[in-house]
Antibody, heavy 121, light 110 residues
Framework: EVQLLESGGGLVQSGGSLRLSCAASGFTFNNYAMGWVRQAPGRGLEWVSFISGSGGSAYYADSVKGRFTISRDNSKNTLYLQMNSLRAEDTAVYYC??????????????WGQGTLVTVSS | QSALTQPASVSGSPGQSITISCTGTSSDVGSNNLVSWYQQYPGKAPKLLIYEVTERPSGVSNRFSGSKSGDTASLTISGLQAEDEANYYCCSYARFSTLVFGGGTKLTVL
């Protein structure tokens, strides 16, 4: 059974930093691209970033480009999201998600329970 | 990276069929067959219902089906059940290896 467990969320001041982690189990981690999707309170889903299975390619939404960095440690089966220069509009539940393929994340077939990031202004 | 356009809400009675539309552009929905659909209950993580426009993951009911014409994708739910009441989101692969979600549609089962 695929399990994705996010951690690292919390309250941070505007301009601050946080690093989210996602521990994966139940599948061969390096065979799949992984991504982050967020959801602001009462709002819809917003794609944030995804990374290829090898970690060699990473892509970002314009709203976070230059501020967020996605990475993965395939030896630890763990996905990360380093978030810098946080803004109030980054406040959201952040979901870790497993893609259906190795290279491109065209769909996500497993999701974590989410971790809440709150940025105070 | 503008959000795809979905109706804010749709409704139907048990047993009926409903269709949720998802309109994009020639840069996203219209440029590939990489549209997916998700179901989300309040306070829960999304669940993949459809990928690559028409494909269903194992375990997803065949009451859910997807289609696409031009820049608009659609999700059809047949034989509507009370448990289908949820929020539904479309998503499309877009230019420069990005993804874009729709604004979401709240389905009410009357």
């Amino acid at each position: 059974e695929v399990q994705l467990l996010e951690s690292g969320g919390g309250l941070v001041q505007s301009g601050g930093s946080l690093r989210l982690s996602c521990a994966a189990s139940g599948f061969t981690f390096n065979n799949y691209a992984m991504g982050w999707v967020r959801q602001a309170p009462g709002r819809g889903l917003e794609w944030v970033s995804f990374i290829s299975g090898s970690g060699g390619s990473a892509y970002y939404a314009d709203s976070v480009k230059g501020r967020f960095t996605i990475s993965r440690d395939n030896s630890k089966n763990t996905l990360y999201l380093q978030m810098n220069s946080l803004r109030a509009e980054d406040t959201a539940v952040y979901y870790c998600a497993k893609a259906t393929s190795l290279v491109g994340a065209t769909a996500f077939d497993s999701w974590g329970q989410g971790t809440l990031v709150t940025v105070s202004s | 990276q503008s959000a795809l356009t979905q109706p804010a809400s749709v409704s139907g009675s048990p047993g009926q069929s409903i269709t949720i539309s998802c309109t994009g552009t020639s840069s996203d929905v219209g440029s590939n067959n990489l549209v997916s659909w998700y179901q989300q209950y309040p306070g829960k993580a999304p669940k993949l219902l459809i990928y690559e426009v028409t494909e269903r993951p194992s375990g997803v009911s065949n009451r859910f089906s997807g289609s696409k014409s031009g820049d608009t994708a659609s999700l059809t739910i047949s034989g509507l059940q009370a448990e289908d009441e949820a929020n539904y989101y479309c998503c499309s692969y877009a230019r420069f290896s990005t993804l874009v979600f729709g604004g979401g549609t709240k389905l009410t089962v009357l």
